[in-house]
């Protein structure tokens, strides 16, 4: 660029006794220019109108102008139905478990408009989706950056190792609700179970343990959720730990080993260190692809209503993971396209919009700030 | 670096401590390795797992084909096709005194006045639809003799194998009560058989009403509908021509010709109908879902490239420092905005926009304008493009990135000016990286479920291309959107849920095939960097 600069400072100007630029070629090159600039700055534009068009919305449902100046039902109850009804001349928005409070007080029965989905709050979404992320990325990272590891530190390069680098980056390609139907077919339907005691559907025991073992599913689970979106992102972790792991340089590890550190001492002081920015980078990317993906949750872990929380009315630990949660994402989906429409959804959907995007968008944006320091802090 | 053994022999540390005869440095190789070999097994796994549920899909399908045909569904279906297209007369007939009655209330006539005025050729209108009256009910009668045959036939088959199922439990007294009736499907082809000289009795009659009827034609005195009333005319005889051809389709048909794997093949790649839960025959045609992937895709791609490249190529090439530190990371950001939020948008705010937007004035002088439907392919596709700008944009930016300072500079010392270097040096030599940009772009399109699902409309149609541009205005459903739509209330191991694996496996080859492409093109006219 300021090659660029310092060529157009010091380009001859009139008077020099050279040839002028014929004009035609320069108001070309203006008008081009200007086409381009207009349109980079109509990809903002458009971006802009989506984030505002949401930030505006959404901030009405989350905010309030009043103490404590965020909507706390809205954040911290469950979704329920709203109920809208006039009583003694006043107008109120009542989602279910007030209005039942409301009724009970007054010790009346009140005839309402209801609302499915319109009222309360989104927390089991919140907390689901949490735990979906967790999930996932505890399995995606211990799986994909160990892997990493061994394919760029110990593996014996060659044309099976090409074969296996080139098939990974494809897989990191390939849609993901294609990724949802696998987790059905696989998890949801075929998940191998083990168990104490007989289940239907088993297959065989480990005799003499009382270990029972069969394909009976998962059932849309938790779990399901977890390996399906792991599986997801595997690809993507895989390959961009190992390009940060690839990108140190050879002379590192090489002056390490020389100076009789075993392999492991070598890469552990010498290449992962340097390397864990990227491999950082690459996993909060992971984080914000797995956070906002609806399809493949779809089919393995979301449940569009669900009363309790994921930790309660449990009846043994392991019901914890076989146990199906709500998700923002598939949330919006919900009431965005299966319910009736009405200004009462459209507060939720707003709302519900919002709170996911700044999640995703924050989790984003932390990457790309990292990603952009990481670029100053080391340059071979 | 892979000669472990001799840095090992040397490294004194490890040799001390061994575990199963193992050292510290091999454990660790061991886990990382075995990581590794769980991560490709999975992977692979996951190809092989599609693969596996796709494949039953063709047998299942070419049997349901074959029970169509055995039970004579097939021969009622020519019967309905002329029906329909009798129909299809019917409307013609009823668009002309349509447009007549609009016609005649434009002229400010009153409802009683432009009745009679109608009147004239009503009688003809009613005449020609009763004509087909005794077809269309003798097809309802087939129709319902097939359907039966099929229900009873499936209804026995199901018997059969609970019974068979008792007896493998070992259940013989309650595999006993079971009662499993022999359905014989020829018996049923027979009858439907047996009825063709009447079905042809049928077709005499229709042809000869239609001759004695068009040979009268009433002229309303309207020169453009006169026109059209000879058009009809045209048609109704060549509908009377073409009776003849579906009279030797059904002479010909045969109950019992065999249905290859092919059929099954041919039915689900060129299929033109995607069908399901119908009381009738389910179809599972690709062609529908695949073209409104295309469609949309397309839309979205040819809104993305100019913007995305030439947002690239600014950003390289003459945005000044400050605008790249702050350019590059928003649009880096949109890439980050989830599928979801991005439908949402669509259906709450843009498909309405592009609705009201289509009514402006400086769209008047286009017929296809105002549109009306709020969700079709051109929404989904506007908002698809702003999730591939991103990637076209960032991997088409390191591609105009990569080439050599040199390449430039050599340029601008021969006098050209600033775009002619870019155009004609530092583009074609990037091209290889644009292309894949693109590719890559078009990939991730293509497989964008939740806008789709969400903004595209899901109507399972062919988009009618004869339409030229009101093309793009139509509802379209796509192959993620109807994976993610339908795969909830399919029952496991049906042929509708092998149905959707085969369409993920398209999907799958199609996303592999474009990466691949992708990455061959950047390796094979990557440019010597000199």
Same mark, same amino acid.
């Given at each position: ?124 979404c ?42 990974i ?9 294609v ?20 289940f ?11 270990i ?47 100076l009789?550190?075993?392999?492991w ?17 690459s ?9 906002g ?16 929380l ?6 043994k ?26 200004e009462?959804t ?35 | ?25 091999q ?108 077809? !269309?009910e ?40 079971v ?39 009433p ?8 026109e ?50 119908? !009381? ?219 149905a ?10 199609? !996303? ?5 492409l ?13």
């Open positions: 660029m300021s090659a660029t600069a310092t060529l157009r400072k010091e380009r001859p100007v009139e008077g020099l006794g050279f040839h002028k630029k014929p004009s035609k070629a320069k108001s070309t090159e203006r008008a081009v220019f200007w086409l381009f600039r207009l349109g980079t700055y109509f990809i903002l534009l458009c971006a802009s109108v989506i984030f505002l068009t949401i930030i505006f919305k959404g901030s009405q449902t989350v905010f309030q102008s009043s103490f404590p100046f965020v909507n706390v039902e809205f954040l911290t109850e469950a979704p329920q139905t709203l109920h809208v009804f006039e009583y003694e001349g006043e107008k109120y928005e009542l989602s279910d478990n007030n209005f039942r409070a409301f009724e009970a007080e007054r010790g009346v029965e009140i005839k309402t408009d209801t609302y499915a989905y319109s009222g309360g709050g989104i927390w089991p919140i907390v689901g989706t949490v735990l979906l992320v967790v999930g996932a990325m505890t399995i995606a990272l211990t799986l994909g950056v160990l892997s990493a590891i061994f394919l760029s530190e110990y593996s014996k390069p060659g044309k099976i190792l090409n074969a296996i680098r080139l098939s980056l494809n897989l990191a390609g390939v849609p993901s609700v990724f949802g139907i696998f987790g059905l077919g696989f998890f949801v339907l075929a998940g191998p179970i083990f168990s104490f005691s007989p239907e559907g088993y297959d065989f025991q480990f005799w003499p343990l009382p029972y073992f069969g394909f009976a599913g998962w059932n849309v689970s938790l779990l399901a959720g977890c390996f399906t979106l792991a599986f997801m992102v595997l690809p993507i972790v895989i390959s961009a730990s190992e390009e940060s792991l690839r990108a140190i340089p050879q002379g590192l590890r090489e002056a390490s080993l020389a009789g550190a075993s392999k001492t070598a890469i552990r002081t010498n290449v992962l260190p340097y390397a864990m920015p990227g491999i950082l980078t996993s909060i990317i992971g984080v914000a692809r797995v956070a993906e609806t399809a493949p949750i779809m089919f393995t872990a979301a449940y569009a209503m669900r009363d309790q994921p930790w309660e009315g449990l009846e630990w392991s019901d914890f993971f076989f146990q199906g949660v709500m998700a923002l994402p598939y949330h919006i989906y919900v009431v965005s396209a299966k319910i009736p429409q009405n009462y459209e507060r939720m959907q707003y709302g519900t919009a919002f709170v996911f995007l700044v999640i995703v968008a924050g989790i984003a944006l932390a990457s790309i700030l990292l990603r952009i320091r990481m670029r100053k802090k080391y340059r071979w | 670096m892979t000669k472990e053994a001799e840095t090992n022999r040397y490294d004194l540390h490890s040799r001390s401590r061994r575990i199963l005869g193992l050292d510290k440095d454990a660790l190789k061991g886990l990382f390795g075995g990581n590794a070999l769980v991560s490709i097994i999975v992977l692979a796994l996951i190809t092989f797992f599609l693969f596996k549920e796709g494949a039953g899909f063709f047998g299942q399908y070419r049997h349901e084909i074959e029970l169509y045909r055995r039970s004579g569904l097939e021969y009622v279906e020519i019967m309905k096709e002329e029906s329909s297209s009798y129909t299809e007369l019917n409307r013609y007939l009823n668009s002309i005194k349509g447009e007549h009655a609009t016609m005649l209330k434009e002229q400010g006539l009153s409802f009683s006045e432009a009745k009679a005025e109608l009147a004239s050729y009503e009688d003809f209108i009613y005449d020609f639809e009763d004509l087909g009256y005794p077809l !269309s003798y097809v309802l009668e087939m129709n319902e003799i097939a359907i039966g045959a099929r229900d009873m036939y499936v209804e026995s088959a199901n018997y059969r194998e609970h019974r068979e199922n008792l007896l493998a439990l070992g259940r013989d007294e309650e595999a006993a009560e009662e499993v009736l022999d359905v014989d499907l020829s018996l049923f082809v027979g009858m439907l058989k047996e009825g063709e000289p009447d079905f042809l009795a049928i077709n005499d009659k229709l042809a000869a009403g239609i001759e004695r009827l068009t040979s009268d034609l002229t309303i005195g309207v020169a453009k509908l006169d059209k009333m000879q058009r009809f005319r045209q048609l109704a005889l060549m509908f009377v021509a073409e009776m003849e051809g579906y009279e030797t389709r059904l002479k010909e048909w045969d109950s019992q010709a065999p249905v290859g794997m092919g059929v099954a093949f041919a039915s689900f790649v060129f299929g033109k109908d995607w069908v399901t839960n119908s !009381s009738i025959q389910d179809w599972y045609g690709i062609l529908p879902l695949f073209t409104g992937s295309l469609l949309v895709a397309s839309i979205a791609m040819v809104i993305a490239i100019p913007l995305g490249v030439g947002a690239a190529i600014y950003i390289n090439q003459v945005a000044t420092p400050a605008e790249q530190n702050f350019i590059k990371p928003y649009i880096e950001f949109i890439s980050a905005i989830p599928s979801v939020v991005i439908g949402f948008f669509g259906i709450a705010v843009f498909g309405e926009f592009v609705r009201r937007a289509s009514g402006w004035a400086i769209f008047s002088g286009f017929d296809i304008f105002p549109i009306s439907e709020r969700l079709t392919a051109f929404t989904a596709g506007c908002l698809l493009a702003l999730m591939a700008i991103p990637t076209i944009f960032t991997l088409a930016e390191d591609a105009i990135n990569n080439v050599p300072k040199a390449f430039k500079e050599a340029s601008l010392a021969m006098g050209a000016t600033r775009l002619q270097t870019t155009m004609r040096i530092i583009v074609p030599t990037s091209l290889s990286g644009i292309i894949s940009a693109i590719l890559l772009g078009f990939g991730r399109v293509i497989g964008e479920t939740m806008v789709v699902l969400l903004c595209a409309g899901n109507r399972i149609e062919i988009p009618d291309f004869t339409n030229g541009v009101a093309t793009f205005f139509e509802p379209v459903h796509t192959m993620t959107g109807i994976i993610a739509q339908e795969l909830g209330e399919v029952v496991n191991g049906s042929i509708h849920y092998r959707l694996f085969m369409v993920g496996m398209v999907l799958f080859l199609l !996303s592999l095939l474009i990466n691949y992708a990455q061959k093109i950047v390796l094979k006219y990557q440019i010597s960097r000199g």
